[in-house]
Structures are given as C-alpha cells and as structure tokens.
C-alpha cells in the first residue's frame, strides 16, 4: 500500500462573479470541492451538497484532511454517487496530492484528463476597477 496522502490545505467553490469578496466566501469555506464519476462523466462538486464546480479557491484548514476524511464526507451525503470504490480511492489519492501542492490564496481551474485524473490549472484573478475613468 502506498503513503497516505494528507493536506492541510482544501479547495472550496469560487465563482467568477462573486469574486475574493471575504462576506462571500464565509459560508463555502467548508463545501470542500472532491472529484466524483455521476452519469459516466468524472465531475467536480462541492460537499455536503454536491453542486457542480468549475473553479475551486485555495484555503488552509489548518488540520490533515486525509483520503479517508473526504471519502467518509462523500458517503455522508447520501448520494449514491460511488459507481467505483476503486476509481474513487485514485482519484481522491491523487486529487489531495495536487491540491496539497497549490499555493493558498490561489484560484484553479478544475477538469480531468484522459485518465480521468484531476487536472488543476491555476487561473488569473480578474480585478475590479478601482474607480471609473
């Protein structure tokens, strides 16, 4: 059996639209996003809720969140969303390996590759105007 993968860091939902703004971020700052496989396509989605995510935003948790941590709040949500176990186990083994590796603050970009593993891409952050011209 290989190491146990372990981060202190997890991403949570950002949206474009909603931006940095702190108000906002408060309530999703534990809707920790996870890789799962629903209707023969790998997806991103937030948990306890399973909405569907496109972009994830960088935060420390300030405890080890482990595979086990994640697949436990996946069960816990009551979806029947688990087609493999195994297919599972890999992807969360190696979707925490990639997110222990961003930096905190970042924003990513969430997709898969031809291996259905996660793939996370580190986006710009569009800024506001500071005033109108």
Request: overall charge positive; proline content about 5%; hydrophobic content about 40%.
């Amino acid at each position: 059996m290989g190491e146990i993968v372990k981060s202190k860091k997890m991403l949570v939902e950002y949206s474009y639209e909603a931006g940095l703004d702190k108000g906002l971020m408060e309530g999703v700052r534990k809707n920790f996003i996870v890789p799962v496989f629903e209707n023969g396509e790998a997806i991103f989605v937030t948990l306890p809720d399973l909405k569907r995510v496109t972009h994830g935003f960088v935060v420390f948790v300030g405890r080890k969140i482990s595979v086990a941590d994640l697949f436990e709040k996946l069960i816990h949500t009551g979806n029947k969303i688990i087609p493999s176990m195994d297919w599972q186990q890999n992807a969360l083994d190696d979707y925490l390996a990639k997110v222990a590796k961003q930096k905190v603050g970042d924003v990513v970009g969430l997709d898969f590759d031809q291996a259905g593993l996660a793939q996370l891409e580190k986006q710009k952050i569009p800024r506001k105007p500071t005033s109108l011209p």
